[in-house]
């Protein structure tokens, strides 16, 4: 097998591992993800937290707000009362001697916070609990609502999944645009010419897409692993954004991340490829590429619309936008002949826009081996 294409990937891959903007852009994941969990904390802290208490009993649902106000401060909450809230509610049953707490997963309470407020809560009703000359100290238990926990487990998820996009979308954008200008520059100084007449047109667009792509899947490994990393060694917190970042760091999410931005990159970097064959210099690469991009940000705004409810599934047969969609529903929202489908058609598309741009790149050593025996 012809070693041209491995020494175009490794050209490639030393020339812009060794520019200041790659090691910008590999240092902005992890410091953007740190940023994040340091601020975790303060975002989920709230001076005031609305939350609604449901109990038969009046008195009781006062004493469970009051058991909340004296526990909330350590955790730097301050609780008050409202009628409705999806978010952070307290359901209590009374039976003889105990009472039964169901916290909604989003309480905004540590476990050891929601273990206090039972305290708190045994020790506000001891007196006047039982009548008769048995007088018992109650029992309280805690609980997790386990509705409540199944629907902020599907929120989590489903916000998990857009984020592994949004990084996607980030590192694919930006790898497009050195793919572009790797072409364009050998295309404006005749470079490609000289490369044309050592290999071919074939092996010239796999050694740059392996090259650029080694790049692009470098940045794309090194965010998500800080994500990773930051999850497994950061404290195990109850707000959204601790259980969002445990989702991103499942193993089955991140290769299923690595397989579909393996798919993303074969399709946009073949297109990019073709692009960058057709243009004779930047300015005419910048205008024939604007269509692409506009895409790309189509893309992200469908995925954007999906995130807060929409479906287009049809979108998701169009190769443009099917790693992202892809991305963006979970594996058991999609039957697997739909998947297997979209991915069968983006496939079908990178052979196409390959073999159009190895035509072009063929054409162009035609024309310059009848100039160089002109």
């Known amino acids: 097998m012809s070693s041209g294409p491995f020494l175009i990937a490794e050209r490639e891959f030393r020339t812009y591992v060794a520019t200041l903007s790659f090691w910008l852009a590999l240092a902005a994941g992890p410091l953007l993800t740190a940023t994040v969990f340091a601020l975790a904390p303060a975002a989920g802290s709230s001076a005031t937290v609305a939350v609604a208490i449901h109990a038969e009993d009046p008195a009781l649902a006062r004493s469970a707000l009051a058991a909340l106000t004296d526990a909330g401060p350590i955790e730097s909450r301050h609780f008050r009362f409202v009628a409705k809230n999806e978010r952070a509610s307290l359901a209590l049953q009374r039976s003889d001697n105990a009472v039964t707490m169901r916290f909604s997963s989003r309480f905004p309470l540590s476990a050891e916070g929601r273990l206090l407020v039972a305290r708190t809560l045994e020790r506000n009703l001891e007196e006047g609990w039982a009548s008769g000359a048995h007088r018992q100290a109650p029992l309280v238990t805690v609980r997790e609502a386990a509705g409540n926990s199944l629907l902020a487990s599907k929120d989590d998820a489903a916000a998990s999944r857009f984020v592994m996009v949004a990084i996607l979308w980030l590192t694919l954008t930006g790898s497009l645009g050195m793919l572009l200008q790797a072409v364009v520059r050998e295309r404006a100084n005749r470079a490609l ?169 063929t054409v162009q050593n035609v024309w310059a081996a009848r100039n160089a025996q002109a």
């Not at 579909?260 to 399709?267: G, K, P, V």
Request: positive net charge.
């Open 193 to 361: 010419e000289g490369l044309l007449s050592a290999v071919r047109p074939w092996e010239i667009m796999a050694g740059k897409l392996v090259g650029v792509g080694a790049v692009s899947a470098l940045v794309f490994v090194v965010w998500l692993g800080c994500v990773v990393a930051l999850s497994a060694l950061g404290p195990r917190g109850e707000d959204a954004v601790s259980h969002v970042l445990a989702h991103l760091a499942l193993p089955a999410s991140l290769l299923r991340a690595a397989g579909i931005y393996l798919l993303a990159w074969l399709f946009y970097g073949t297109v990019t490829f073709g692009v960058g064959a057709a243009a004779r210099d930047v300015t005419s690469a910048q205008n024939l590429s604007r269509p692409m991009f506009a895409v790309l940000l189509a893309a992200f705004f469908v995925v954007l619309a999906c995130a807060f409810g929409a479906r287009e599934s049809w979108l998701l047969y169009v190769p443009p936008f099917t790693p992202f969609l892809l991305l963006m529903h979970a594996p058991t929202e999609l039957s697997a002949a739909s998947q297997f489908g979209a991915v069968g058609l983006v496939l079908l598309a990178t052979a196409l826009a390959a073999r159009l741009a190895i035509g072009r790149l």
